[in-house]
T-cell receptor
């Protein structure tokens, strides 16, 4: 089954404790992306990757890091989480070719930073 | 500045009561407009892509249309299972910009 998986699904942590949210896709997609979703602000892009070893900032990259060492994986790293990073996070992927640009989203990771 | 705006923020309909959701955009050089459905606690699920003014796409009770400045998602005779948040998005360069969504509730 074609899918994007994220782990963990729920995470409660404390300010300053480094964490990683994993994202993996099994569709051989070149493009992967991270979003955060906050009430009233919608989905905002954090980082995206056009292919292995190619990453770029989205609209809200401050406080986040990413890496793309393998095509299927795109982890999101919070080196020193703060309460304003409490949010619902989604990973997405799509092919770079074709007309549809359709993105497939993961199930989400709900992060709470206290 | 590129922008995507959706209205209304929330919509309550009786079962069978048709209506439309709006997505307006100010992106220059549109390379597609996307509609997604999002259920509570889940990731967005792709519905439609529209590429040019005048284009229409249909899926069950949903029909999406596109003009040069906005897109409409028409819901005909909705059912309670159509209750969800509907999001639209446009790509700009390599990024995607989403609207804040319309939360639709269909009452039996």
């Amino acid at each position: 089954e074609a899918q994007v998986t994220q782990n963990p699904r729920y995470l409660i942590t404390v300010t300053g404790k480094k964490l990683t949210v994993t994202c993996s896709q099994n569709m051989n997609h070149e493009y992967m992306s991270w979003y955060r979703q906050d009430p009233g602000l919608g989905l905002r892009q954090i980082y995206y990757s056009m292919n292995v070893e190619v990453t770029d900032k989205g609209d809200v990259p401050e406080g986040y890091k990413v890496s793309r060492k393998e095509k299927r994986n795109f982890p999101l790293i919070l080196e020193s989480p703060s309460p304003n990073q409490t949010s619902l996070y989604f990973c997405a992927s799509r092919t770079r070719t074709g007309l549809t640009y359709e993105q497939y989203f993961g199930p989400g990771t709900r992060l709470t930073v206290t | 500045e590129d922008q995507v705006t959706q209205s209304p923020e929330a919509l309550r309909l009786q079962e069978g009561e048709s209506s439309s959701l709006n997505c307006s955009y100010t992106v220059s050089g549109l390379r597609g407009l996307f509609w997604y459905r999002q259920d509570p606690g889940k990731g967005p699920e792709f519905l439609f892509t529209l590429y040019s003014a005048g284009e229409e796409k249909e899926k069950e009770r949903l029909k999406a249309t596109l003009t040069k400045k906005e897109s409409f998602l028409h819901i005909t005779a909705p059912k309670p299972e159509d209750s969800a948040t509907y999001l639209c998005a446009v790509p700009t360069g390599n990024q995607f910009y989403f609207g804040t969504g319309t939360s639709l509730t269909v009452i039996p």
